[in-house]
Structures are given as C-alpha cells and as structure tokens.
C-alpha cells in the first residue's frame, strides 16, 4: 500500500484492505549535544509513588566537579573548576567522584552557606607542592555581616602537602617538609564564623598549620576524622574576631604525629583556644604528637574565659618532644598556659586513660605561679599510667599536676607508675589552691601518693577513702607518702595507705601552714616514725596503725600520731607495738582520751 507523510499528516494513495489493521509509529528528532536534549528525556524512578521528572531535573539535584572542567588527574590544576562547582552548588550540594590520581589544587577552596560537600570513594585532594593557602574553608565576609550557615563536609581527604621554603629549621624526622615563619596561616581545612557545622569521615594530614581549624564557629559536630602529620596542632577549635566558639561535639576522632618537633612549646593533637566554651571530646584518641595530647590554652594577654569543655573516654599516648629536645610541658591532659587576666571553669575529665608521657598525664595548671585560676576541675574514673620513658623535664614526673585551681574534685581515679630511676607523684601540686576533694582513689607504685599545697586563709582540702600500696620512693620522693599543708582545713577520713618503713617516715603528714585538722578513721601500716603527724589544731579519732611491714615483722614506731602542737584532740586511736600512741607525750592544750598502743 502506497502512502504520504506530511508533517503529522498521514495520506493513502488507496484504500488499505477491509479490515486490516493499521500501525503507525511516529517519530520525532531529538538534537543531542544541546543544552535542552535532557529536557525532552523523561525519568522515573519506577517504583509505587514515583513522580517523573525529566533527566535535566534530575542530573542538576546535585552539582558534580566534573561538569565545571575539574579533571583529577594530578596533573592539571583544579583550583579554578573546583572553586566555580562550589559557587554554582551554593546552598545545594556538590559532589567529587573519585578521582584517577587526586584534585590538584593551588590555593583556597571556598565553601558558602548551607552547602552540602560530598566526597565519593577515596577522595584525595593534594594542595600543589610550597602553596600557602588553605584547601578548604568557609567564605570570609567582613565582620559585622550574616554569619556563614548550615556547612556539611563529608568524606574527604586532604593532604596539604607541607613543603621546604619555610623557616630555616630541620626538616619534620618523618615528613621532611619545615614550616613557614608564619606557620598558623595555613591549614588543610579552616572554617571561620560558622553556625551549624558537620565535618565527618574526612582526613586532614601533611598541612605546615593546623589539621582542622575552627574559628567562632557555633553548634558543630567533626566526627570519625583523623588529623596527622601537621606543624601545628592536629584539630583547633578558638575564638576569633567573628564571636566565639561554643556547643561543639568532637567525637571518635585521632590525631597523631602532629606538632613542631623543633620548637620549644610543642604543639598539641587536639587543642582548645582562648575563649570557647561547652565543647564535648568523646572517644578521641591523641597519640604520638609532638608535646601534648589534648590542650585547653589562654594566650597572654586575652580576657577570655573557657568554659563547660568535656573529655569522656579518650586516650593519651606517647605525645613527646622527639630526642634531645626540652618543650615546656609533654602531657597526655592538661589546661596550660593561661593568661593571668583570663580563667577555665567546669573542666571535666571522665573515664579517661594517658600514659606514656616525659612530664605529666594531667596538668590541670593553669599555673605554676601567679596566673589564670582554673575553676571546677572534675577527674572521675581516669585510668593514668605512669611509665620512665628516659626524659624527665622537671625533678620528678607526675600523674595530675594541681596549680593555681580551685573547686577540684578528683575522684574513683586508678594511679600506677613502675618505678625505675625517676620518681613519680600521684597528685602534685603547685601554688595555691583551694577547696581541693580526693577521694575513692586507687595507687600502686607510686614514689608519693599526694603532695599538695593549699590556701592558708580559706582553702579546704578533704583526702577521703583512698587507697595507697606499695610505693616506691624515688629521689625526690619526700618523707611522707601523703603530704598536705599550708591548708586552712585539712580533713583525712577512710583512707587506707600501705608505705615503706625504709623509705618514708610517716604515712600521712599534715604539715606547715595547716591549722585546722581533722584525721578520722584512717589505717596507715609500714611507716617508721609518725603514721599521722601535724602540727596543732587537730581532732584524731578511731584511727587504726599497724606496726607491721610487708614482711610481717614487728617495728618499733616512735609513735601512732605526731601532734607537736596545742588545741588537739586525740581520741580512740589503735596503733598496737607503738612506743607511744602519740608524740610529744603531752602538750599544752591537748585533749587525750582512750588511744592503745
């Protein structure tokens, strides 16, 4: 059968058979390559409820590199590609496939507001070899405008490739690379003056500066990242000329092998800068970093204060200055450095674990001398280890070093060292502080339980309900295994401790300074001299002191308690194979009443 098409005219030159069945296909053309072929293309998901869309709507639900010229190759710069994906994908989403090799790029990759940046597969970014500029961080508007909003940063890696046109220092031991004059100008990722942030699943490594720095940034989550290898610290969370920080939540995440190795501070895995406040750490990890792991710091000068920061179940390890070099302090813990015109309130440390340090595993400074007050320090149910790693900074090293701090609760804590050459103290402590409570702790192998300095004119000390075994001694380890004084009030209640007679010469000494004491239901064993001794002003009641070493053979104790001073009160106290119950034998004002030798 013969016919003509015309347009959409179909025309028979003679009628088809009776009764035959007509099919008629129509076609159109579609002209690919244009910028409306995907318009003319309909999508469905196919499944019960979909809505057809056209394949245009559904390849722009996402901004891909690629589509902006980005090539990943590792040859070809992908600054300027990248830089026009992220603007286009401003407040959407924008995606980077896997590349070849990695995104090369050359200076700072910028990240608007209520942008959502994922990373597929292993998503390598490199920043071209001596570039001093940042691979990603949020747009800088001036101070005073809207604040950046709503940042997601998922799955990305970046390598920040640190290079050798820095100060004329000794290359990095592992890396090679030195850092610049000016090495806090550079970071793998930096966020600046943002409000809701999620970084999470990413790794930062190989920057001169800091891993991940955040500045003024409010109502954040970085989890499951890992920071190493940086100049500066691992991951930085400050305040800055935007506003503060605060209501942060760092959770499972690493740092390792960061800080400058050839500086006389060190740097830190993680660190907490001037001024933010409620930020929680849990599950972190900070290992092998040169200096400290987890650092809470107020620079000279600054005002800020520091509050409501949460470490709950880290770990510390191993964070040192490499061989033959001295830094200030290698801690697994600590709150260092703070201004005098500054302070740190509500500090808590929880089921926390650090060992393997040349100084402290916690310093709760803030100052050895006049400096910041630390308010409201908590350590509860922390594991610390103390171990001779071959370099001792200052005379001996310490599991939580006390200076300049008022409101401390330390409590349920387990302390042990394995002594070798060095000598440790469990709780040492510097300057004045006040209002100090220990209790419920455990220590084995300690060189001193406690030596700790209060606030003669208001400061309380409670040692309560702990329990000391099995010290060790050491060349500074002090003639007592608990040692407190210079306290307006001293309580000394529960407590269980254990010493050597060779090495010590009273168990518990409340000594110079200490005017008002009260040592209630204690039992000391193994001490030659005074199992209690303090000078006046003290209530003594249903003590128990045994004269009987580890090897179970009988000493000959000059006496249970020592009050050398007046207005005491000794009551009820046992100390059988005592020469006398207490000493002096009387004193003026003493009131003595049923005590047994």
């Not at 028979?12 to 008629?24: M, V, Y």
């Not at 200055?321 to 015109?341: E, H, K, L, Q």
């Not at 406690?450 to 329990?467: A, F, H, K, M, Q």
Request: a negative charge; one cysteine or more; hydrophobic letters at 30%.
């Amino acid at each position: 059968t013969s016919y003509t098409l015309s347009v959409a005219t179909l025309t028979f030159s003679e009628a088809p058979p009776l009764d035959s069945a007509i099919q008629i296909r129509y076609f159109t053309d579609v002209q690919l390559g244009t910028s409306t072929s995907a318009d003319l293309v309909s999508y469905s998901q196919g499944s019960t409820g979909h809505v057809t869309r056209t394949v245009e709507a559904r390849l722009r639900d996402h901004v891909s590199v690629l589509d902006y010229g980005a090539v990943g190759d590792g040859t070809t710069d992908d600054t300027v590609a990248i830089n026009a994906a992220l603007l286009a994908a401003a407040g959407g989403t924008i995606v980077f496939p896997e590349p070849s090799v990695y995104y090369l790029v050359s200076g700072n990759l910028i990240v608007y507001s209520d942008t959502n940046v994922v990373g597929l597969g292993l998503c390598l970014f490199m920043l071209a070899y001596n570039s001093n500029a940042d691979v990603f961080r949020s747009y800088l508007p001036q101070i005073g405008a809207a604040r950046n909003k709503n940042i997601k940063i998922r799955n990305i890696t970046i390598n920040a490739n640190a290079g050798t046109n820095g100060a004329n220092q000794p290359p990095h031991p592992s890396y090679g690379w030195k850092p610049y004059a000016n090495i806090n100008a550079i970071a793998a990722c930096r966020m600046t003056n943002v409000d809701n942030l999620l970084i999470e699943d990413c790794h930062f490594y190989n920057a001169i500066g800091y891993g991940l720095e955040l500045k003024s940034v409010t109502d954040y989550v970085v989890q499951r990242c890992k920071f190493s290898a940086c100049g500066d610290d691992g991951f930085s969370n400050s305040d800055g000329s935007f506003g503060s920080s605060a209501r942060g939540r760092i959770l499972y995440c690493t740092a390792y092998d960061n800080g400058r190795p050839y500086t006389l501070s060190g740097n830190s895995g993680f660190e907490v800068d001037d001024g933010p406040d409620d930020l929680l750490f849990s599950h972190c990890f900070a290992y092998d970093n040169f200096g400290r792991g987890f650092e809470i710091h107020i620079h000279t000068g600054k005002t800020d204060a520091i509050k409501g920061i949460t470490y709950s179940h880290c770990s510390a390890l191993n964070n040192n200055a490499p061989a033959g070099y001295t830094y200030r302090s290698n801690y697994g813990f600590g709150i260092d450095g703070i201004a005098s015109t500054a302070y740190t309130a509500r500090i808590t440390y929880s089921h926390c674990y650090s060992t393997g340090h040349d100084n402290t595993e916690m310093d709760i400074g803030p100052s050895d001398t006049a400096g910041g007050l630390g308010t409201f320090v908590t350590i509860d149910n922390c594991t610390l280890e103390g171990v001779d790693t071959g370099t001792l900074i200052s005379s001996e090293k310490k599991l939580i070093k006390i200076a300049g701090c008022d409101q401390v609760t330390i409590t349920n804590n387990d302390f042990s060292y394995v002594y070798s050459s060095e000598s440790c103290t469990g709780i040492r402590g510097y300057n004045v502080n006040k209002n100090v409570t220990i209790t419920g702790n455990t220590s084995k192998g300690l060189s001193q339980e406690v030596y700790l300095p209060g606030d003669p004119t208001n400061g309380v000390i409670l040692y309560s309900n702990n329990t000391a075994t099995k010290p060790q001694g050491g060349p500074n380890a002090g003639t007592s295994s608990v040692f407190l004084y210079n306290a307006w009030s001293v309580t000394v209640s529960g407590n269980n401790i254990e010493v050597d007679s060779t090495l010590y010469e009273s168990g518990i000494s409340l000594n110079s300074g200490t005017t008002r004491v009260s040592a209630t239901s204690n039992v000391v064993r193994g001490v030659p001299t005074g199992a209690i001794k303090y000078p006046s002003y003290g209530i003594t009641v249903g003590n128990k002191v045994s004269s009987q070493n580890s090897l179970n053979t009988c000493i000959n104790w000059w006496s249970g308690v020592y009050a050398s001073g007046s207005s005491s009160v000794l009551v009820g106290n046992c100390c059988p194979g005592c020469t006398n119950a207490k000493w002096p034998a009387s004193s003026t004002g003493q009131y003595v009443q049923g005590n047994l030798t």
